[in-house]
């Protein structure tokens, strides 16, 4: 079960949008709609950002948004601020002989 | 408010058990609507998704770990754990613990560090 395949990085100026992909397989990302992204700033716990492929948690702004495509997931960050900048890593449901989560690889986000 | 705080030591020997426990307050770990999982980072690296379970006692495991991960849980302590036998320096990591609904973790512990070191 490899990691889902995401970009090592990613930037963006202020006020820009930037886009993150996921790429897994049908045993994953394209199986099912359990597609998560996590936000991570520098030594703090992960915080749940987007799950079932576009839905976000109470308090997360809308400025986060999430899509699916086939085998490959993506999390849109519109309008970038300061405190974007971070690592992200997307995460799915996946089965082979038994059901488990995988996580991407994370990508940084640098805010220029 | 739900929170979660991991315990355990912070050095483990080579080829020794590393254990941890995961207390839950704010909350009922016997809750039909979540699993229990464990999610470990190696320093300066991504993250990793171990194993989770439900409150039955129903495990599920991430399948390249399932030979050396036991996780278990305690209802009347509301608690769960997480043993890897056989430690080896790629086990050094922060290991979280955390809230799960539909395969997504909605809270997390702050994580605790442990070293695999003799």
């Known amino acids: 079960q490899s990691a889902l395949t995401q970009p090592p990085s990613a930037s963006g100026s202020p006020g820009q949008s930037v886009t993150i992909s996921c790429t897994g397989t049908?045993?994953?990302?394209?199986?099912?709609?359990?597609v998560s992204w996590y936000q991570q700033h520098p030594g703090k716990a992960p915080k749940l950002i987007i799950y079932?492929?576009?839905k976000r948690p109470s308090g997360v702004p809308d400025r986060f948004s999430g899509s699916k495509s086939g085998n490959t997931a993506s999390l849109t960050v519109s309008g970038l601020q300061a405190e974007d900048e971070a690592d992200y890593y997307c995460?799915?449901?996946?089965?082979?002989?038994?059901?488990?989560?995988?996580f991407g690889g994370g990508t940084k986000v640098t805010v220029l | 408010q739900l929170q979660l705080q991991e315990s355990g030591p912070g050095l483990v020997k080579p080829s020794e058990t590393l254990s941890l426990t995961c207390t839950v307050s704010?909350?009922?770990?016997?809750?039909?609507?979540?699993?229990w999982g464990w999610v470990r980072q190696p320093p300066g690296k991504g993250l990793e998704w171990i194993g989770s379970?439900?409150?039955?006692?129903?495990?599920y495991y991430k399948p390249s770990l399932k030979s050396r991960v036991t996780i278990s849980i305690d209802t009347s302590k509301n608690q769960f754990s997480l043993k890897v036998s056989s430690v080896t320096a790629a086990d050094t990591a922060v290991y979280y613990c955390?809230?799960?609904?539909?395969?997504?973790?909605?809270?997390w512990g702050q994580g605790t560090l442990v070293t695999v070191t003799s």
């Open positions: 955390a809230r799960e609904e539909k395969s997504s973790a909605s809270s």
């Open positions: 379970i439900y409150f039955t006692g129903t495990t």
């Open positions: 049908s045993s994953d990302i394209g199986g099912y709609i359990y």
């Open positions: 704010g909350g009922s770990i016997s809750s039909s609507a979540y699993h």
């Open positions: 079932e492929v576009n």
């Open positions: 995460s799915s449901h996946a089965v082979t002989d038994s059901a488990y989560v995988l």
